[in-house]
């Protein structure tokens, strides 16, 4: 067999103490942020959450998490109600993973994630395979420029991500599903062979890669390494923006789209009663 020993990486990247101050910036409007670090090539489920409103407490816990964890934040703000529920500046471990959508205060940030193809998705993503996405994600970047839109772009580990500050939208199921449109919208036009537009991360309790700590998506290789994720660029914060009714129209062809292809299901997954009544008369 093929010696494989020389391919894995024996360095790992430190988090970046700025790029967690910056991140924690971007979240500047909230009281407290809520982290979650998910265990890496772990057995067990559980998963540590922590709701913080002590940046010196955060980056010590990040210290001692981020080697062995993934580590996300909260990307819309929780409701206060949760410093009431669970002691802040400390971790828990629970075994659901998942936000409930009860606890979102507002849905103030629109995440267009822009994930590199790779040939497994449990591998990072190669040197090429970013670039390749740098360098082809571009129309996506100058079509929503060019509909008025500021966005903070950064870098996951693996993609990129594009953050665009909305005007605040009621925490709804159907603003909701509204996001979801849009970012389907985006996926039909610009994705290509080099990278994907993520139409999943549309939730209210949604988490993002939490900037300035390590992507680890697969073992880390010289070819496949672990990255740092980082904060290429940061938008104008006070700038928000009306992002449903900026695309109602390509939202409300999704929509229409949607319900089609359902009602199209429907139709031919409904059983023909008058045919069955006949077979059994005969």
């Not at 006070?238 to 009602?263: G, P, T």
């Amino acid at each position: 067999m093929k010696d494989h020993s020389n391919i894995y990486k024996a360095s790992i990247p430190n988090i970046d103490i700025d790029t967690i101050k910056a991140t924690l910036d971007l979240h500047s409007e909230e009281s407290f942020v809520e982290l979650r670090a998910i265990p890496f090539m772990s057995k067990n489920n559980y998963v540590k959450i922590g709701y913080y409103d002590d940046t010196e407490k955060l980056i010590v816990a990040l210290k001692s998490l981020d080697s062995a964890h993934n580590i996300y934040l909260g990307l819309n703000p929780r409701k206060e109600i949760l410093t009431h529920a669970y002691q802040l500046n400390t971790w828990i471990e629970i075994r659901d993973s998942g936000g409930k959508a009860e606890d979102i205060e507002k849905i103030s940030k629109v995440l267009v994630d822009l994930d590199t193809k790779r040939p497994h998705k449990k591998v990072n993503a190669s040197d090429s395979e970013i670039e390749l996405t740098k360098s082809n994600m571009k129309p996506i970047k100058e079509y929503l420029s060019s509909k008025g839109l500021l966005f903070t772009e950064a870098f996951s580990g693996n993609g990129f991500h594009l953050t665009i500050e909305t005007i605040g939208y009621k925490p709804t199921q159907e603003n909701e599903t509204k996001i979801q449109h849009f970012l389907s919208f985006l996926k039909q036009k610009f994705e290509n062979e080099f990278f994907e537009v993520d139409s999943g991360v549309f939730d209210r309790p949604r988490i993002s890669r939490f900037y300035g700590t390590v992507s680890k998506k697969g073992m880390n290789t010289i070819e496949r390494p672990w990255r740092l994720s980082k904060i290429i660029h940061k938008a104008d914060l006070s700038q928000k923006f009306d992002v449903l009714s900026l695309f109602k129209n390509e939202i409300d062809a999704i929509q229409a789209s949607s319900n089609k292809k359902y009602s199209h299901h429907e139709k031919n997954n409904f059983p023909d009663i008058v045919g069955l009544f006949q077979s059994e008369v005969l």
